[in-house]
């Protein structure tokens, strides 16, 4: 990809942020009760926090000096029950805000995952699947913390440092100021925080891997997925995968428990500052003990949500890039989907039309011009010319994996715009020259072409093809576990596997793409057996460069510079002396 198209898609609209932010927010409002309980929650806690110096300053001032030990006992019972509570409010606001924040994350992952399955080509060919994988993994990733702070530190951390600011400069303004220098103390503090929670964060980082190997192996899987329309079950995998990040994640945040006494050290170690300043400066009768005390409480209330405010800010900062990508993804439409008015393609006998159909990649070059043509059910069709002539086009347009410029692409008389793409897809087979195959057994990867063929389809599949007796050499035979891609298999085997796969679909229109451009000539006698019995009763289409394969084919297609320049048997383009004489001569000629 050129350098400026990936500047460009990395691109962002400063004036954009507040509005990407407020749209980001919005998922909150499906859990309006739990964020509102929360919100009590911190209201209760801001409370208590807020007294509490105020319970301190009064036991020592009122209480012990005046020796009202009954009175203090009751004030330390009533601070030790609201101080419980406020404890366990704590922690059934993490973990309300937890199950929150992670089911948002939940829902845009899925969103993006199920919108980018509806994308056609032109969005996968104009980006790096990196790319994507990045928005789907950790953009989404990094989105938590912004839910989850905005609500459990902007709102109330603002009310707590207004009201402690005012607390504190009515008491006394020069401790109110020394209470400044604690500030490096708690970001040193705060730095240690991240430390200590590594070993679950490395296991939920092993959950978000295995998320995105899955996530890249069905992405570069795409155009499988789209040909058996599949796309309903890759989600239900794609689901359970991200069912077990959510569950790992939470996991780790648990661990925010321990970041509570960290924080309470460096309190302490700020108040040291406070009392010398009380102290040995101002003394006694300027700065009572109780109004030590109660300053003491307050650094730590004070100093926390400036350092919470300042830690949401910068996860804005950072992160509402990610945020900005994601909602790129999801605002791009389909160029290929199903408009209101379509209706479902009946069975199809397999005649294909093109009407004057003209195609462009983009508005410079016309990649097919003015092309018509006429197929009757059960022809087979070869397609041959050099690379880039508009071949594999012409078969991209009968799939609709793009659609036409102008002109008309006809199924049986249908418009392949006026019907669905599952009902259109789903009685095509389609193979090309990267047969992909996914993780899995070698039965589930030929049950993909019919996710509800039997075993026995599968096996009469298999040896239709010529594929049964390898498979049974193999040690645990259709149940072998193949890795991604069929690692561990010829391209031979790989490609006699995708045959299997296309051949258990039962397709009316097949279409070959190079399929047997990677294989040696000894195997692609067995490829080619293989072939024929796909190519039995059904609209076939062969793109081959090898002559070979497609000398049996009813009628032979010169594709060049956008035109078919020459049709007819082989024997007919022969007898021409053509452009199809010369491309034959060149391979067999001696």
């Not at 409370?47 to 319970?55: F, Q, T």
């Not at 300053?57 to 406020?86: C, H, R």
């Not at 969103?111 to 699947?129: A, G, K, V």
């Not at 006429?374 to 793009?402: C, D, M, Q, W």
Request: negative net charge.
């Amino acid at each position: 990809m050129p350098v400026n198209a990936i500047k460009d898609d990395e691109q962002t609209i400063e004036a954009g942020k507040l509005q990407t932010l407020l749209r980001l927010f919005k998922y909150l409002l499906s859990y309006l009760k739990e964020i509102a309980g929360v919100l009590l929650i911190m209201a209760y806690c801001v409370g208590v926090s807020l007294l509490n110096p105020l319970i301190v300053e009064s036991a020592i001032d009122d209480y012990i000096n005046a020796g009202d030990f009954p009175g203090l006992a009751k004030l330390l019972v009533f601070a030790i029950i609201i101080n419980t509570v406020m404890v366990l409010m704590i922690k059934l606001r993490m973990y309300i805000m937890a199950k929150v924040c992670n089911n948002v994350l939940v829902t845009i992952r899925q969103e993006l995952y199920t919108h980018i399955q509806t994308l056609d080509f032109h969005f996968f060919d104009s980006r790096p699947t990196g790319k994507i994988l990045a928005r789907i993994i950790g953009d989404i990733n990094s989105l938590k913390d912004v839910l989850g702070n905005c609500v459990t530190t902007l709102i109330p951390d603002f009310i707590m440092i207004c009201a402690v600011v005012a607390i504190m400069f009515i008491k006394n303004p020069i401790l109110a100021l020394a209470s400044l220098c604690s500030l490096p103390i708690m970001i040193i503090g705060m730095w240690f925080i991240q430390i200590y929670s590594h070993k679950r964060w490395q296991v939920y980082r092993k959950k978000s891997s295995n998320l995105n190997a899955f996530v890249h192996e069905s992405v570069s899987g795409m155009r499988i997925i789209k040909s058996f329309t599949a796309e309903k079950e890759t989600e239900e995998v794609f689901d359970g995968l991200v069912k077990e990040v959510r569950s790992s994640f939470l996991d780790a945040v648990r661990l925010n428990d321990a970041f509570g006494p960290v924080i309470d050290i460096c309190w302490g170690i700020g108040c040291a500052a406070l009392y010398y300043v009380g102290i040995v400066i101002l003394g006694t009768k300027q700065a009572p003990v109780g109004t030590l005390m109660a300053f003491g409480t307050y650094i730590s209330m004070f100093w926390r949500p400036i350092m919470n405010l300042s830690n949401f800010y910068n996860q804005i900062i950072t992160n509402i890039a990610g945020a900005e990508r994601i909602f790129e993804i999801l605002d791009t439409p389909s160029a290929i989907r199903d408009e209101n008015d379509v209706s479902v393609l009946p069975p199809i006998q397999g005649e294909v039309t093109f009407e004057d159909v003209t195609f462009s990649y983009d508005d410079d070059v016309k990649v097919l011009d003015h092309v018509s043509f006429h197929i009757t059910p059960g022809e087979t069709i070869a397609l041959v010319g050099p690379t880039g002539a508009g071949k594999t086009t012409i078969v991209n347009l009968i799939s609709r994996f793009y659609d036409v410029g102008s002109g008309r692409v006809l199924i049986d008389g249908s418009d392949v715009r006026d019907v669905t793409l599952e009902s259109l897809r789903g009685q095509m087979g389609i193979m090309t020259q990267d047969n992909f195959l996914f993780s899995g057994t070698i039965k589930e990867n030929i049950r993909y072409g019919k996710l509800d063929a039997s075993d026995e389809e599968i096996i009469s599949a298999a040896k239709a093809v010529n594929a049964h007796d390898f498979i049974m050499k193999l040690e645990k035979g259709y149940d072998t576990e193949l890795s991604e891609r069929g690692g561990r298999l010829s391209i031979g085997q790989k490609q006699l596997l995708a045959f299997a796969r296309t051949m258990v679909s039962m397709p009316k229109i097949l279409i070959l793409d190079e399929a047997t451009s990677s294989i040696d000539t000894k195997t692609e006698l067995l490829v080619q057996e293989g072939i024929e019995q796909l190519l039995k009763g059904r609209t076939s289409f062969v793109i081959a460069h090898r002559l070979s394969t497609i000398k049996k084919a009813d009628r032979i297609f010169v594709v060049d510079d956008g035109h078919i320049i020459e049709e007819g048997t082989s024997d007919q383009l022969l007898k021409q002396k053509g452009a199809y004489y010369n491309l034959y001569m060149s391979q067999f000629a001696i």
